[in-house]
């Protein structure tokens, strides 16, 4: 089993920078990829918004072309921890922020939103002016 918690959110304005952090616990060797998705105030999951994910076995990562140019995704070089680092933030960046992680072989090619070990919590993220 692995799960996963995602950090640091917080209220920032228009224009900022904000990083996530996203932990992985348990079986942590068995993990092959990890993805951040965002739910936006009054959406309902199914409508949530992939982002990004890296894949440890091949050693790079995805970003959606919604945020690309904004949004990164890197790892921690030790621990199975990935970053979400947020640039040029807008208010429909509001949201609150996921982490999940899948070890199934191919997850490279999942949704992002469906990985296998998913937090129950996110990190919530405000930006206004």
């Known amino acids: 089993q692995v799960h996963v918690a995602a950090s640091g959110g917080d209220s920032v304005q228009i224009g900022g920078s904000l990083r996530l952090s996203c932990a992985a616990g348990g079986d942590t060797a068995s993990v092959k990829c990890m993805s951040w998705y965002r739910q936006a105030p009054g959406k309902e999951a199914a409508g949530a918004e992939g982002?990004?994910?890296?894949?440890?076995?091949?050693?790079?990562?995805y970003i959606a072309a919604s945020v690309k140019g904004r949004f990164t995704v890197s790892r921690d070089d030790v621990k199975t921890t990935i970053f979400l680092q947020m640039t040029e933030m807008a208010p429909e960046d509001t949201a609150t922020y996921f982490c999940?992680?899948?070890?199934?072989?191919?997850?490279?090619?999942?949704?992002?939103?469906?990985?296998?070990?998913?937090g129950r919590q996110g990190t919530q993220v405000t930006v206004s002016s």
């Open positions: 982002l990004g994910a890296f894949f440890f076995e091949l050693g790079r990562t």
């Open positions: 999940a992680a899948d070890s199934r072989p191919g997850c490279e090619h999942f949704d992002t939103r469906g990985y296998l070990y998913r």
